[in-house]
């Protein structure tokens, strides 16, 4: 209903009984998830009165209002106790790594399902060094590319290769044709820079051993 990007969201939600959607803005995420029957209630967060006025508004247009909270807040701040579900969607990666950062002491038995605009191997990192382990990813394209990351903590340390972080461990493990044509399509990007810089060169060897693999 309100495209492929919320729609895949969603569709990652598995049972819940409460999900939180950090940076809500309209609400849609929330709509879908009521309304697909992937969980039974929602806290809607943000922190701009505007767009959780828009949420509120959009949610009661579809007479979900009595299952959804709330709140005008920071990230994490006001996150509910019984919520298994977290959902920051739409954020640059390093507003994500802060938002979680500042309440790594709230995350423990919940779902992350993180969709980062940009930063994903940044957050690739911060994950993976704070003890969340990546159970499932995939790239999607909706207009453009995005990245999607299903995320848990666990009690063990991780660590990632280079390459896990640059491209994601699911990716890697589970390719499909949409993650090789963002990495075709990355390719050709960087292959246009007249000076790449160290760090293109050796993004390009790795995508290049990637797709020389592909079976
Ligand atoms: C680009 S919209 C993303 C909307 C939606 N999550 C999506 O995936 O389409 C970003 C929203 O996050 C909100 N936001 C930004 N920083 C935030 C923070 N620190 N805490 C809560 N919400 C925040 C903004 O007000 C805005 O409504």
Redesign the pocket.
């Known amino acids: 209903m309100f495209g492929k990007r ?1 729609e895949k969201l969603a569709s990652l939600i598995k049972d819940s009984k409460k999900i939180a ?6 609400g ?2 929330v709509i879908e998830a009521l309304l697909e029957g992937k969980t039974l209630k929602a806290q809607a ?4 009165k505007m ?1 959780l006025l828009r949420a509120k508004e959009n949610i009661a247009n579809f007479g979900l209002e009595e299952k959804v909270s709330f709140s005008l ?3 994490l701040d006001d996150l509910e106790k019984d919520v298994d579900y977290i959902i920051m ?3 640059g990666g390093s ?1 994500i790594i802060s ?1 979680l950062e500042e309440n790594l002491n709230k995350i423990n038995k919940q779902t992350l399902i993180l ?1 980062a605009n940009r930063n994903c191997a940044e957050l690739r990192s911060f994950l993976s060094e704070n003890s969340f382990k990546i159970e499932y990813e995939e790239v999607i394209f909706d207009d453009k590319y995005y990245e999607i990351i299903v995320t848990k903590k666990i009690d063990e340390k991780i660590k990632l290769t280079d390459k896990e972080v640059l491209f994601g461990p699911y990716n890697l493990k589970h390719p499909n044709n949409v993650f090789y044509n963002y990495l075709e399509d990355e390719y050709a990007r960087y292959e246009k820079i007249k000076y790449p810089s160290k760090q293109v060169i050796h993004k390009k060897s790795l995508i290049k051993e990637i797709l020389t693999k592909r079976k």
């Open positions: 919320i959607d950090i940076g809500t803005d309209h849609y995420l967060i943000d922190n701009k767009p807040s920071n990230g969607s739409g954020l507003l938002l969709q």
